[in-house]
């Protein structure tokens, strides 16, 4: 049984940083392509970044290019999200999801089939 369960999340002031992890089992990690996807107050899902199976890919929303950055370990098969200067507009529940198709970095609906549970990420002062 495929299995992704975040942790990490947390309440945060505005510029600061936080890293949330995805330790993943039940599936061959290391062949699979990855994305963290969000639900912000609103409900409004936004891909935010994806990495390949072997980590040479990296792609990220615009939103948030240059302040967050995907990795995984395939050794620990984990999948991490480094948020630097975060701001309240961040603010949303956080998903590690698993793609469908092995080397295709999942960014629309259709493209993943396995979700986490999330973990919520606040932004306030």
């Known amino acids: 049984e495929v299995q992704l369960v975040e942790s990490g999340g947390g309440l945060v002031q505005p510029g600061g940083s936080l890293r949330v992890s995805c330790a993943a089992s039940?599936?061959?990690?290391?062949?699979?392509?990855m994305s963290w996807v969000r639900h912000d107050p609103g409900k409004r899902q936004q891909w935010v970044a994806g990495?390949?199976?072997?980590?040479?890919?990296?792609q990220y929303a615009e939103f948030v290019r240059g302040r967050f950055t995907i990795s995984r370990d395939n050794t620990k098969n984990t999948l991490s999200l480094q948020m630097n200067d975060l701001q309240p507009e961040d603010t949303a529940k956080y998903y590690c999801?698993?793609?469908?198709?092995?080397?295709?970095?999942?960014?629309?609906?259709?493209?993943?089939?396995?979700w986490g549970r999330g973990t919520q990420v606040t932004v306030s002062s």
């Open positions: 999801v698993k793609a469908v198709v092995s080397e295709l970095i999942p960014q629309q609906p259709n493209q993943i089939d396995h």
């Open positions: 990495i390949s199976p072997d980590g040479g890919r990296l």
């Open positions: 039940g599936f061959t990690f290391g062949r699979y392509a």
